[in-house]
């Protein structure tokens, strides 16, 4: 029936995502698109009209999975305890697979020049929510006393140290130097560490 999407479209997206992931949206084609979903490069191009609209979906995913899991890592009475879990998160995310898969985002931005605006506003969007979401925890009653910044600049800072610890991970393949970097970050930000 002429209209009718003849594939799963939750099931393509994990397809799609994985790719990307892998790849980077630079060095991921239509046709490598097309391998790994099992549809038709045209029938790609007709449901969904172009690579970054793909990708916009498939980041849409990524998103609301990586924000929900990361919110959830920060859920924990203890400041420090929620720390290590949030970079516990970040770092487990990036080093997950053979070889490991790094960070989408940061692999995006950092592998694309000239990175189109509907892409680039989704990414900077993910940052901002993950800024976000450390900066109501860092806000908290229980914290305010134990920080050696203010909230906001903490929070930016952690955002900070999980986009270079990005590149460790790629330079290094090493999670137990991420861990430690992490774990020395924690210890600079708590007064008294």
């Known amino acids: 029936m002429a209209g009718t999407r003849q ?11 994985t790719t ?3 790849q980077g949206y630079s060095k991921t084609s239509m046709q490598e698109l097309a391998s790994a979903t099992g549809v038709q490069r045209g029938s790609l191009y007709n449901a969904y009209g172009d690579k970054e609209e793909l990708f916009l979906l498939a980041f849409d995913l990524y998103r609301d999975r990586y924000v929900s899991e990361m919110k959830a890592s920060l859920d924990h009475d203890d400041l420090r305890s929620a720390l290590q879990a949030f970079f516990s998160f970040a770092i487990t995310s990036m080093t997950t697979g053979t070889p490991s898969r790094g960070c989408l985002s940061t692999k995006t931005v950092v592998g694309t020049e000239g990175l189109e605006e509907p892409i680039h506003s989704a990414i900077q969007s993910l940052v901002d929510e993950i800024e976000e979401a450390l900066f109501v925890r860092l806000s908290q009653p229980d914290a305010a006393s134990r920080l050696n910044l203010p909230a906001r600049e903490a929070a930016r800072m952690a955002v900070t140290l999980t986009r270079g610890l990005v590149a460790i991970e790629r330079i290094y393949r090493d999670k137990k130097r991420m861990k430690a970097t992490a774990e020395s970050f924690v210890k600079l930000l708590l007064k008294g560490e």
């Open 20 to 22: 990307f992931w892998q």
């Open 7 to 17: 594939f799963d479209e939750s099931a393509l997206l994990e397809k799609v995502l």
